[in-house]
């Protein structure tokens, strides 16, 4: 098979494949209206355009958004492969932090780059997972929280929210304003998940409360979709 006839099978998905790290993007790309062309992505921990990506499909399906990363050298890979999204080199920290005046924070990294040309997808603000993965190196990372980063992009309506976050997930999620911006699919780490409602997670939880439908889980990943934008009898997401 030629390249372009390979290409052109793997577009239309008569050839399985995936760049998300546990394939997730198999999942979610499913749930959206596959003539889809124009979506909007925000992506939260974005590291690489293409390894281990979530969004990497929706580009080379046209969509647009906003990448944002601690580490400056994922954001440079950015800004030389998807030129026409916006690529912000920001430490996503809580609210409260954000709300007592801190505009910069410490991003705690391995000796030595876990990726390809310097990025290190494990890199974390969180001083407990930093502890726990062994991380003593240290750069001053500018900050900024979540509701901040959409009120000054203009950010009201997103297709799909992505967020992987290392550490500060949950607290990042906590933060979001549901009454201010329409999210049509969430996909975020959650390493406590537990779909009991007796004992669920915190992020299950405040998704659920907020007119979430939970739809999979991949990997650590638990993926969401807004209940008033799904189609039960197309199983697509409709906007």
């Known amino acids: 098979m030629s390249f372009f006839k390979t290409f052109l099978a793997l577009f239309k998905g008569q050839i399985k494949a ?3 790290q546990f394939g997730e993007d198999v999942i979610i790309k499913k749930l959206f209206e596959r003539k889809k062309k124009n979506g909007f992505y925000v992506d939260l921990g974005a590291n690489h355009p293409f390894l281990h990506s979530n969004t990497a499909w929706f580009w080379l399906k046209g969509w647009s958004g906003i990448n944002v990363d601690a580490n400056q050298k994922s954001i440079a890979i950015f800004n030389k492969i998807r030129k026409n999204d916006i690529n912000l080199n920001y430490a996503i920290i809580p609210s409260e932090q954000y709300k007592k005046g801190v505009r910069s924070i410490e991003l705690y990294l391995p000796d030595k780059a876990t990726g390809p040309e310097g990025i290190t997808a494990t890199a974390s603000v969180n001083k407990k997972v930093a502890y726990e993965r062994n991380f003593t190196k240290k750069q ?20 799909y929210l992505n967020i992987d976050l290392e550490g500060v997930d949950e607290e990042v999620l906590l933060d979001l304003d549901f009454n201010k911006v329409t999210i049509h699919l969430i996909a975020i780490e ?6 009991n409602p007796i004992n669920q997670s ?8 907020n007119g979430y439908i939970f739809m999979a889980k991949v990997g650590p990943t638990s993926i969401f979709v807004r209940g008033e934008s799904f189609d039960s009898n197309l199983a697509i997401i409709k906007n």
Do not use: P, Q, R, V
């Open 202 to 209: 915190k992020i299950t939880t405040c998704m659920l409360e």
């Open 140 to 159: 001053n990372i500018d900050a900024i929280d979540i509701n901040t980063l959409f009120s000054l992009h203009k950010i009201t309506d997103i297709d």
């Open 190 to 195: 959650d390493y406590s998940f537990n779909i």
């Open 18 to 20: 995936h760049t998300g």
